[in-house]
């Protein structure tokens, strides 16, 4: 191969700049041109697409989001928007595409793939639900995030005896929500995978401030419930006064932490290694420690990754 192309697509998240600056080195190192392409498939379609240089990723490494940008492209789900696409490659010389985002991008990438286009996929998504993967890109510095605003809200918390609900991201998926709470201390947390009961959450609450504890705080992951909604059932059934936050896009920026620094520099290298060696149709993922690759078509027709059920139990156990 003498020339490869890289996107960035979907919902972004921190490490995708150090994945691309990771694909664009390791790729230059193996003497093949990297063409960035902007705006994910969208930009593939208007064919927005520049050289990359080895200076073109100085200094992005430590930068949250995208400077490729990304977008969640609808045209790139019809047989044209998809057939402009790989002919759009094809006209640029490009013989490999590495896609780096969630399930609906890596859909889009085995559809190119199927045209013939030889494709690898990183998985990146806050959510952690990709299959095949223990971590997608992202993840880390999302906890990271959460975590640290669960922190402070903590502080203004005890100051006034209050209970906080904090919504948290995720889609379907409980994960952020569920290891936050192991991480940072909260009391619950409300996830999709898992039913709960809010008249033993507020039965817990009041049985928490009779003990002279000075906060509370629940964690609703979003694909469980809204959290104004939880806060005001909770206010409804027992009086006490709550505060709402709704974390949303906060976490999904900032800084990489090292592990997805570390993830994204490990991906983006063995993307363009097993790109160039024929491994294609594949998308890279971490597997215990190791990098592995699995095939796109077992990946998209994966259910999404399921929580280990032993995080919501540990949750649970240590939050009393
Ligand atoms: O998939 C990543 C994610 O951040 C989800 O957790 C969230 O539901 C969604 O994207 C938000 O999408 P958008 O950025 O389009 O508002």
């Known amino acids: ?20 600056r990771a694909v664009v080195r390791a790729g230059l190192a193996m003497q093949v041109d990297v063409i960035g392409i902007y705006k994910g498939y969208q930009g593939l ?22 400077f490729l940008q990304s977008a969640r492209c609808l045209e790139m789900k019809t047989e044209a928007g998809l ?28 559809a190119i793939h199927q045209q013939g286009v030889p494709v690898i996929g990183i998985p990146a998504s806050i959510d952690n639900d990709i299959p095949f993967t223990d971590m997608s890109l992202g993840v880390d510095t999302a906890l990271n995030n959460i975590v640290a605003a669960v922190d402070n809200l903590k502080d203004t918390a005890s100051s006034h005896d209050r209970a906080f609900v904090v919504e948290t991201m995720g889609r379907g998926c409980g994960y952020l929500a569920v290891v936050a709470t192991i991480a940072s201390g909260a009391e619950f947390s409300l996830i999709p995978e898992e039913p709960y009961d809010l008249e033993q959450i507020c039965e817990d609450l009041r049985r928490r401030y009779r003990e002279g504890r000075s906060n509370s705080i629940i964690l609703v992951a979003e694909g469980a419930g809204k959290a104004q909604d939880i806060a005001d059932q909770i206010k409804d059934k027992i009086g006490f006064e709550t505060r709402v936050i709704v974390l949303g896009h906060y976490q999904r920026g900032g800084s990489p932490t090292v592990f997805d620094r570390l993830l994204a520099a490990r991906f983006g290298q063995a993307a363009v290694e097993n790109l160039l060696k024929g491994n294609h149709g594949k998308m890279v993922g971490l597997q215990s420690a190791d990098i592995k690759l699995t095939d796109l078509e077992k990946v998209v027709n994966a259910e999404s990754r399921p929580i280990d059920p032993m995080l919501p139990q540990l949750a649970n156990r240590l939050s009393v």
């Open 45 to 66: 379609i208007d064919r927005l697409y520049e050289n990359m240089t080895t200076k073109s990723v100085s200094n992005v490494l430590q930068r949250g989001g995208t």
């Open 1 to 20: 191969m003498k020339r490869i192309a890289v996107l960035t697509s979907g919902g972004d998240c921190s490490g995708m700049n150090a994945a691309v």
């Open 83 to 110: 057939r402009l696409a790989t002919d759009n490659l094809k006209g640029m010389g490009v013989e490999g595409l590495i896609v780096i985002g969630g399930d609906g991008s890596l859909n889009g990438g085995y």
